[in-house]
C-alpha cells in the first residue's frame, strides 16, 4: 500500500491572483473589486480551498450549502448579518461563516484570505 503524498498547494509569497474585478453585488456607491485563487478542490467531498482578495468597500453575500473557514492573511473587515449582528476581523484571525448565514461584507483596508468551503 502507497502512502499518498503530502505537498505544499501554495505558499503565500507565491499567490496568482488574476486583476480584480468589480464585485457585482456592491452596495451604497462602493465599488470593491476582487479576485480568487483556487488551490485545491475535492469533488468527492466538496471541499474547496483557495486565497481570495478584495478591495474596500461593501457588499452582499451569502453562505447556502456550504459552511466557510477563513484564515485573514492581509486587511481588516467586518461581516454584518441579516439581523445586524457584526464581527470585526484582521490579519491572524480565523473565522467560521456557516451554512445560512447572510448579510454584508464590509471591507475597511485591502483584505486577503486564506478559505476552506465544506459542502453542508
Known amino acids: 500500500m502507497s502512502n499518498p503524498q503530502v505537498k505544499v498547494l501554495r505558499s503565500v509569497d507565491s ?3 488574476p486583476a480584480l474585478a468589480l464585485k457585482p ?3 451604497n456607491g462602493t465599488e470593491p ?4 485563487d483556487n488551490a485545491f478542490t475535492v469533488k468527492a467531498s466538496s471541499v474547496d480551498l ?3 482578495e ?4 461593501s457588499f ?3 453562505r447556502d450549502g456550504v459552511n466557510e473557514v477563513i484564515l485573514v492573511l492581509e486587511g481588516k473587515a467586518t461581516l454584518v448579518s441579516d439581523t445586524g449582528e457584526r464581527l470585526d476581523h484582521q490579519a491572524g484571525d480565523v473565522v467560521l461563516i456557516p451554512n445560512g448565514w ?11 484570505k486564506q478559505y476552506i468551503t ?3
Open 33 to 36: 473589486k476582487d479576485a480568487t
Open 54 to 57: 478584495c478591495s474596500p468597500g
Open 50 to 52: 483557495g486565497f481570495w
Open 118 to 120: 465544506i459542502s453542508a
Open 60 to 62: 452582499t453575500t451569502a
Open 15 to 17: 499567490l496568482s491572483f
Open 102 to 112: 447572510s448579510g454584508v461584507w464590509e471591507i475597511h483596508e485591502h483584505f486577503k
Open 25 to 27: 453585488t456592491a452596495i
